[in-house]
């Protein structure tokens, strides 16, 4: 008898794992969020254990040891801790209006839609990630990100590439560069104020760049 239930145990496992693995493809496929994939990365250490129980759980369901759908609660239970994420990490997104005359002179307030920074002059940058810079490089030569915001030497400074509107395209001048055409943004997101740079259009941000580089820099707050 015993020999004849070890096949059968097997063959539970298999398919408990089989159908936890289509359930989230199926809740990534359904939830339709760009954020999705990266969501499944970020969970992905939590999956397996989670298949590992609910497998454990059906092969305990011949003996009775199963507990029902309680035991099923349980086994799929994540474990505890903290989910609550700093206001700081959150998606920049929104509208935020200019903190200093400089800014609403020249540039008004923007809107962050996306990749696009579209500002209340009528300029648009069409942007795409670049890399996540640390507060205590320079983006030009002798200056760092730190210096210039008065931030720690940790803040992460997003860096963005400057597109075109469409293929085949020149990124035209724009006033947030200065009249220059932009090559280039960093954004340093505080809670409810963001500090942009804008550069030049080839130029490198870093410890090498010329300070022309820099074509604009600018201070917005949340509205």
Not at 135 to 153: I, L, S
Not at 155 to 183: K, Y
């Amino acid at each position: 008898m015993p020999a004849a239930v070890a096949p059968r145990q097997t063959g539970l496992k298999r398919l408990a794992a089989a159908l936890a693995f289509l359930c989230l493809v199926l809740f990534l496929l359904a939830i339709e969020n760009k954020y999705a994939i990266e969501a499944w990365r970020g969970l992905s250490d939590e999956v397996a254990p989670a298949a590992g129980r609910v497998a454990d759980w059906a092969a305990r369901l011949p003996s009775g040891a199963a507990d029902g759908l309680s035991g099923l609660k349980t086994a799929v239970a994540a474990d505890p801790g903290p989910v609550a994420a700093d206001p700081a990490d959150a998606i920049l997104a929104g509208e935020f209006g200019p903190a200093d005359d400089v800014t609403r002179a020249v540039t008004g307030a923007v809107a962050f839609l996306g990749a696009d920074l579209r500002f209340e002059s009528g300029e648009v940058l069409h942007t795409r990630p670049l890399r996540i810079a640390a507060g205590r490089e320079a983006f030009v030569a002798g200056r760092t990100f730190a210096e210039q915001w008065n931030a720690p030497a940790d803040a992460q400074i997003e860096l963005r590439r400057v597109m075109p509107g469409a293929a085949g395209r020149t990124v035209a001048p724009s006033a947030p560069c200065g009249a220059a055409s932009p090559g280039a943004v960093a954004l340093l997101h505080r809670q409810d104020r963001v500090d942009m740079m804008v550069f030049r259009a080839g130029a490198v941000v870093g410890p090498d760049a010329p300070r022309t580089a820099l074509c604009g820099l600018w201070s917005f707050r949340r509205r």
